[in-house]
């Protein structure tokens, strides 16, 4: 597993049959928020244009223009880096390592066998605000988190591993998080939202310690 050497990706191995790859440079990052640069000046016109007969026209418009120049000269930095970065995000799967790497954060940087993975679990998280997670649980007890922060295909990546490894346990669904309520935390739920609970329990008939699944931020409930 990488560790404290994760931020020098390593050169992949030349004959390494990829059964999945994925790999997003700074790059085309840096043409997304080009595209915004040049979004702000139209959006200011259209503001001009159907917004100039209001009262008080002049001082907002002031306003939204030293806004969008701040916000133009901020995204002209990031642009200017990103184009000269030859940083990438990268995840790939072959026969024997399940790899990925992130230029930023260290939790998402890993390289283990797909033999020696148990279980990957999609797992949401409810207090004050959701949080998902894709946890990998290896043999030895460890585990590592896969990123969610890059639009590549989970059900690509989980049929990869499955080829690599028959024996993971995958989630039902690539693209579903569950939940497992604890006594604690529908306690804490029902204590701060006492009414929105009883109306919900009551039309929906979910008893504490019972599967809620979501996705997307939709719930899926089962009786």
Known sequence: ???????????????????????KTRRRQALKIA????????????????????????????????????VMVVLTGIFLWFLKSKEKFEIYVTANEFYSYHPIFKEWCFSVNPKDIVEIEHHLRIDTSAMTNI???????????????????????????????????????????????????????????PLTTKVVKSALKVMPGQNVESAAGKQDKRQ
Request: charged share 20%; proline share 4%; net charge positive.
């Open 1 to 23: 597993m990488l560790d404290e050497g994760c931020f020098h990706r390593p050169k992949l191995h030349i004959g390494c049959a990829m059964l999945f790859h994925y790999a």
């Open 35 to 70: 595209f915004n640069i040049l979004l702000i000046p139209v959006l200011l016109f259209a503001f001009h244009h159907f917004f100039q007969d209001k009262a008080n026209f002049s001082e907002i418009y002031d306003i939204a223009v030293k806004a969008g120049m701040a």
């Open 135 to 193: 946890n990998v649980y290896l043999k030895d007890g460890t585990k590592v988190q896969i990123c969610q922060n890059y639009p590549f295909s989970r059900k690509k990546l989980y049929s990869a591993l499955e080829q690599a490894n028959a024996e993971i346990q995958f989630p039902d669904n690539p693209n579903v998080f569950k939940h497992r309520k604890t006594e604690a935390m529908d306690q804490y739920v029902s204590n701060r939202f």
